[in-house]
């Protein structure tokens, strides 16, 4: 059970979380004001897009602790980047900051941004979002500000970055754990990595799943679909989240039913003119690229004869578990992360030889396909919850600030366990 490896993986924090729960990951740079023992807790959150979440994992992370935070009557400011000038969002403050247009510049230089803002605006706990930060720590130490890292997936395997690329994020890793005074994991299998590669530990703090009640079927109509009348892929479009390979698979299916594709990416590559390749000469595949309007993307989840979700390294994912709370039928990449968070409900696939018959079996047996889609989000809605979230974040800010969790105590967690 998911619930018996927080509570033997997380140390002190892990055990106070109640059992068969799990509790989440975070995002941007968000300001928090949590209690403490007999005070307030500032908390700096650095590194992401901010808010409204219009992008990926750590976004809607941020979307969801920070207004439960702010319910729980705590104070939260989001530096956020983009066009959007509005100062606040669902009771967080914003405060947004420039960055280079530049994929590999553009989160860096907009976190020493925010960095430099927070050296004059000081907070008595950072939270850094993505290990790629990790230049910018001493800055934060410097300043003896308290300061955890969410270190996301096995970044330097994503396929668009180069040897030198790769040998940057390998670095930061390895900076991540020397400066941190506490690491966040949000898979298991995030957390095994930093075990057998560093030899340190790291909190199990995974997404929470919104859990879908009766969202409006007929929105459908507005893309000339019907409820299980197609199938589905939500990713950014980058190699490895392999949409390619899912192209592939369904191409060689003899499928019926069309494949619906959702998503985009902020700069063009020879990937996606790959997939638009893919998709541009069977008449069967429909490229809708980003859609941000929430109600017609959960109509999208719940209605699909089966989800199809290729991504292999971003360790626990939002849009699985959406599609999960959403009681899709999912069809994974198979890959320990995506195991971990389907256990039983899903099937696998590696290659688009092994993907099209599961596409059309799930059109050849849609009772069989909307008993997995039940069991998936049961298994949501009883194991990644959003309010366990934010008590698991608001717990981990109150003891970075009372000093009680430190790099000195990480450290002597893993000698101990070794």
Known sequence: MPSRRIVRN???????????????????????????????VRIAMIGTRGVPAKYGGFETAVEE????????????????????????????????????????????????????????????????????????????????????????????????????????????ERLSVLLADELISDAVGIQDYYRDTYRTESVFLPYGAPVLAGPDASRLAELDLTPGGYHLVVARIEPENHVDVILEGYRRSSAGKPLVVVGSVPYPSDHERRVRQLGADDARIRLLGGVWDQDLLNALYAGSASYLHGHSVGGTNPSLL?????????????????????????????????????????????????????????????????????????????????????????????????
């Open 322 to 418: 959406r599609a999960m709370g959403a009681g899709a039928n999912v069809i994974a990449w198979d890959v320990n992360f995506n195991r971990e968070v389907l256990g039983g409900t899903g099937q696998f696939f590696g290659t688009a030889a092994q993907l099209a018959p599961l596409i059309e079996d799930a059109e050849a047996t849609p009772d069989a396909a909307r008993e997995r889609g039940t069991s998936a989000r049961d298994r949501a809605a009883g194991t990644y919850r959003w309010d366990e979230v934010a008590k698991g974040y608001e717990q981990l800010c109150q003891e970075l600030s009372a000093r009680t969790r430190t790099r000195r105590a990480r450290r002597a967690t893993t000698t101990r366990r070794a």
């Open 65 to 172: 602790v920070g207004s439960r935070l702010v319910g729980l009557g705590h104070d939260v400011v989001v530096y956020c980047r983009g066009d959007d000038r509005t100062p606040a969002h669902l009771g967080m403050s914003r405060v947004r900051l420039p960055a280079l247009r530049h994929p590999v510049m553009e989160t860096l230089s907009h976190t020493a941004l925010s960095v430099a803002h927070l050296l004059f605006h000081r907070t008595d706990v950072a939270l850094v979002f993505n290990a790629a930060n990790a230049p910018l720590l001493p800055a934060i130490r410097s300043a003896r500000i308290p300061v955890a890292v969410h270190v996301d997936g096995l970044e330097w395997q994503r396929a668009k970055w180069g040897p030198n690329g790769r040998r940057y994020y390998l670095a930061n």
């Open 10 to 40: 997380t140390g002190r924090l892990g055990r106070d979380w109640p059992r068969g729960r799990a509790v989440s990951s975070g995002a941007v740079r968000l300001t928090i004001r949590c209690t403490k023992m007999g005070g307030a």
